[in-house]
């Protein structure tokens, strides 16, 4: 017999949105449900269909499995539950929904929810839909019964599965990407708190309805999430964003992701808030270490591991209270009682500019890195931050529209500056490395250069701050040229010395490149993985070092690279080609002609070798070229087939370019989780030596790029003396030394027309 589902039209009828259309939905399905419950051989007692889950509390989303259940009495004859079982669950199937199911007699039901924490909180929303009802609300209420009466036991399983999955899921309010669901401050977190009040936790009611408007926010856009993407999944991708955004009605991407943030911190904060109550409650080291009520400094108390006002204290006539309770907080890793919270809002302001005091609380409070996150976004949630920097509110949940960054501005200048503090042992001024740190990137926040206009900002915040005129300027260099080393380093040929003396001109001082080093590294580690690396860390590293020399007077010979070296030169004595890989270096001799950079560089493309830098020498009528490669697929390479491809496409036996477009065409990579950061150029530098030319490309990245940028300067007679290929996100910066066939720098506007013509086709193959 069919059973006809009509929901298409349901679900394309946008007027629906939000918990309206769950409910809506949810009555859709479960009217077809009974439809074919009842059509089944369920008429006798004993046999419940029951929806458990997220379909039990009424929230079936476009995407969202059936969670049901078939309930059966013990003595109900198997073969007929069987029967009902198959008439129930094929339909769905071929309706093309998702099924979680289950058949289970209510004993042995409640035995597995005895022991298993989903099952266990899932049975917390049965709710009946079809059959036997009594039998519905038996199991409902033992389930609710036997959950109470093992209440400690679930608390603190219940505790450890919502810290567990906070590390796995992330910051709903603070990543780019968030998991709606499962992240820390998400849909998940108010059903953990839902349950750890049945469980006995002493969770006023009050607390989950203040969250309702929260959940209910992030409920509607996981709806439209499910709807403009067709597919199951929680993740909000950058990509699928603004589709989303226009569904809820927002009129961008960043206002509806400023709305989830703002729910996301709402509901964190309540979390963390309630199960650190329960933690206390369960008793355990945790407990024990804050046994005993502490006296501070400044007044204050620690108590239950919350730092708190003392009951004779006047807060609000001392305006260092609110950085004084927040240092406190991060020293000891304690939260701040919520009454001590209001009470600071009371607080009256900083003079400015700050007194010595005040900077000194302040900068001692970064200095404790990691802990003063969440001490600070606390401050932020509570409105107590952006008094001591005003100008940190338009970066406040600001996303960054591109998969460089794993956070918001706001996050990741916190995490900046926490990472800083762990280098700070490495600078001569700890407390100048963990306030640029802080403020490297707030110039994100406003109009213009993010760095011009940081250094403009920086200015105005420092001063209020109370640092002194040399301490400003240090500071305003430091947010200005945050991304100077890790630029130059990825995008510069480091044996130039022009290169090293175009750095060391800026810098000015050891003191300040220490600091800058150290920043660099903060900013980069901060970022995400795709940002910090072995490889970019050596480059930066470096170039630092041949700066620092030059500032000291140092000679460094010792420390800058050979190339050619003594063995690639006695190579190059040696008639024919020769290919050699050590480690991830593959160095290629070969006669010299036109063309040999491109053709090495489509056969490594061939192999998911993504080239990170390349030299290339010639001499009395040999090539040397060397290429330093990141392996993009397989861990294992066969090197003897990479070897063998590089030799086939010099001898001109490899069809490189049709293999190449093959590939792109059969190729299965992921999708683009964002929209590309930068727009497509070309640039030209005469500047920064005066035996090249240095040419930037800057584009999207793909499969065999470098081989078709390389291949239309080789079109045009150019010579490639060395190259930097730097990738970010999905974009790359290649950077290559240019002369001219006969030698010389390319100072001919119509020729760099030309030239920026070849490889702009290449870069945006469909202009």
Request: aromatic share 6%; proline share 4%; hydrophobic share 45%.
């Amino acid at each position: 017999m069919s059973y006809a589902l009509q929901r298409s039209d349901f679900l394309d009828d946008r007027q629906l949105q939000g918990r309206d259309f769950c409910i809506a939905y949810t009555e859709l399905i479960e009217s077809w449900l009974v439809e074919i419950f009842e059509a089944s051989d369920a008429g006798a007692t004993g046999v419940a269909l029951v929806a458990v889950g997220g379909q039990g509390r009424c929230e079936l989303a476009p995407q969202s499995d059936l969670d049901l259940l078939l309930l059966h009495a013990r003595d109900a004859p198997a073969q007929q539950v069987a029967a009902i079982a198959d008439a129930l669950w094929y339909p769905i199937w071929d309706a093309g929904l998702k099924l979680g199911h289950a058949v289970r007699s209510t004993k042995d039901t409640l035995a597995l929810a005895n022991d298993d924490l989903v099952t266990a909180t899932a049975l917390l929303s049965a709710r009946h839909i079809a059959g036997d009802a009594d039998l519905t609300a038996e199991l409902a209420e033992k389930a609710k019964v036997n959950w109470r009466k093992r209440g400690k036991r679930w608390l603190n399983e219940l505790s450890s599965s919502v810290e567990e999955r906070h590390r796995v899921s992330g910051e709903l309010a603070f990543d780019l990407e968030p998991d709606l669901k499962d992240g820390r401050g998400g849909l998940r977190d108010v059903h953990a708190l839902s349950w750890a009040r049945a469980a006995g936790a002493d969770i006023d009611e009050s607390v989950l309805d203040s969250l309702a408007p929260a959940y209910d926010e992030l409920l509607a856009v996981r709806i439209e999430l499910h709807r403009c993407t067709a597919r199951p999944g929680d993740q909000l991708l950058m990509q699928e964003q603004d589709a989303v955004a226009a569904a809820v009605g927002d009129a961008d991407a960043d206002l509806l992701m400023a709305r989830v943030a703002a729910a996301g911190r709402t509901i964190a904060w309540a979390t963390d808030e309630c199960f650190h109550e329960v933690k206390l409650s369960l008793g355990g080291p945790f407990r024990d270490r804050f046994r005993r009520e502490r006296q501070l400094d400044n007044s204050l108390v620690l108590r239950n591991a919350r730092v708190c006002l003392a009951v004779d204290a006047v807060p609000v006539t001392d305006p260092l209270v609110v950085l004084q309770v927040a240092l406190a907080a991060a020293q000891n890793s304690a939260r701040i009682e919520g009454r001590t919270l209001e009470a600071l809002a009371l607080a009256p302001a900083l003079s400015d500019p700050w007194p010595a005091s005040a900077q000194k609380l302040f900068v001692d409070l970064l200095r404790h890195g990691s802990a003063s996150i969440p001490v600070v976004e606390t401050l932020d949630q509570f409105g107590l931050w952006t008094p001591l920097i005003p100008e940190w509110a338009p970066c406040r949940s600001l996303p960054q529209r591109n998969v460089f960054h794993h956070y918001t501005v706001d996050r990741h200048l916190l995490e900046c500056s926490a990472e800083a503090a762990s280098l700070a042992h490495r600078t001569p001024r700890p407390d100048l490395l963990v306030i640029a740190a802080l403020l490297h990137d707030i110039g994100k926040g406003y109009p213009g250069d993010h760095s011009e206009v940081g250094m403009q900002l920086t200015t105005v915040i420092a001063a209020r701050m109370g640092f002194d005129s040399e301490d400003q300027a240090t500071l305003e260099f430091l947010v200005l040229n945050h991304l100077l080393l890790s630029e130059i380093a990825t995008r510069r040929d480091l044996d130039d010395p022009a290169t090293i003396e175009g750095v060391a001109k800026i810098v000015e001082t050891p003191d300040r490149l220490a600091l800058l080093r150290a920043l660099s590294e903060a900013d980069g580690v901060s970022t995400g993985e795709t940002s910090w690396g072995p490889w970019k860390a050596q480059l930066v590293e470096q170039l630092s070092s041949r700066v620092a020399n030059l500032l000291n007077g140092v000679e460094e010979r010792s420390e800058r690279s050979s190339f050619p070296n003594d063995e690639q030169r006695l190579l190059m004595q040696t008639p024919g080609i020769h290919i050699s890989v050590q480690g991830e270096r593959i160095t290629v001799v070969c006669p010299d002609r036109l063309g040999v950079f491109f053709r090495v560089a489509g056969a490594l493309a061939l192999h998911d070798l993504d080239v990170v830098g390349a030299n290339v020498y010639s001499e009395n009528g040999v090539a040397l070229d060397e290429f330093q490669v990141t392996v993009g697929g397989s861990a294992v390479l066969p090197w003897d087939d990479v070897r063998d491809d590089i030799l086939k496409s010099l001898e001109g036996r490899l069809a490189v370019q049709a293999r190449l477009e093959d590939r792109v065409r059969r190729a299965r990579r992921r999708p683009l989780r964002g929209p590309s950061q930068f727009p497509s150029r070309v640039r030209f530098d005469n500047d920064a030596t005066a035996s090249a030319t240095v040419l930037e490309a800057v584009g999207p990245d793909r499969i065999g790029l470098l081989y078709g940028l390389t291949r239309a300067l080789a079109d045009l007679d150019l010579n490639v003396s060395s190259a930097k290929i730097h990738t970010m996100g999905e974009d790359v910066i290649d950077t290559f030394y240019l002369t001219l066939a006969g030698g010389g720098q390319v100072q001919d506007s119509e020729h760099q027309d030309e030239i920026r013509l070849a490889l702009m086709h290449v870069l945006e193959p469909s202009v």
